[in-house]
């Protein structure tokens, strides 16, 4: 069975950094998608980052230049590290796998919100 346990997120102030991390288990992970979602009440659930089983990485548009994701391989871990934060990146953010067979699977939330 996979899991996806998420740590990070919290409150920080508009212009800061958060890192999230989520570790996967059950699954295996080097050939999987990794990716970070987000949703805010009302509003669907938009891709934040995503990375491929090769490192190739896209960004929504409004986090491009400040979130990097990265993943660690050895650790089944993903990460996203999130600079100069606004108020506009409050949301409950969600760690996504995909696997070799596109079935999706997803991590509990974190919820991340920025202070003005």
């Given at each position: 069975?996979?899991?996806l346990?998420?740590?990070?997120?919290?409150?920080?102030?508009?212009?800061g950094?958060?890192?999230?991390?989520?570790?996967?288990?059950g699954?295996?992970?080097?050939?999987?998608?990794?990716?970070?979602y987000?949703?805010?009440?009302?509003?669907?659930?938009e891709?934040?980052a995503?990375?491929?089983?090769?490192g190739?990485?896209?960004y929504?548009?409004?986090?491009?230049?400040?979130?990097?994701i990265s993943?660690?391989?050895?650790k089944?871990t993903?990460?996203?590290?999130?600079?100069s934060l606004?108020?506009?990146?409050?949301?409950?953010?969600?760690?996504?796998?995909?696997?070799?067979?596109s079935i999706?699977?997803?991590?509990?939330?974190?919820?991340?919100?920025?202070?003005?």
């Amino acid at each position: 069975q996979v899991r996806l346990v998420v740590s990070g997120g919290g409150l920080v102030q508009a212009g800061g950094s958060l890192r999230l991390s989520c570790a996967a288990s059950g699954s295996d992970f080097s050939v999987s998608t990794m990716g970070w979602y987000r949703q805010t009440p009302g509003k669907q659930r938009e891709l934040v980052a995503r990375i491929t089983s090769g490192g190739s990485t896209n960004y929504a548009d409004s986090v491009k230049g400040r979130f990097t994701i990265s993943r660690d391989n050895a650790k089944n871990t993903v990460y996203l590290q999130m600079n100069s934060l606004k108020p506009e990146d409050t949301a409950v953010y969600i760690c996504n796998l995909r696997n070799l067979f596109s079935i999706n699977y997803w991590g509990q939330g974190t919820q991340v919100t920025v202070s003005s």
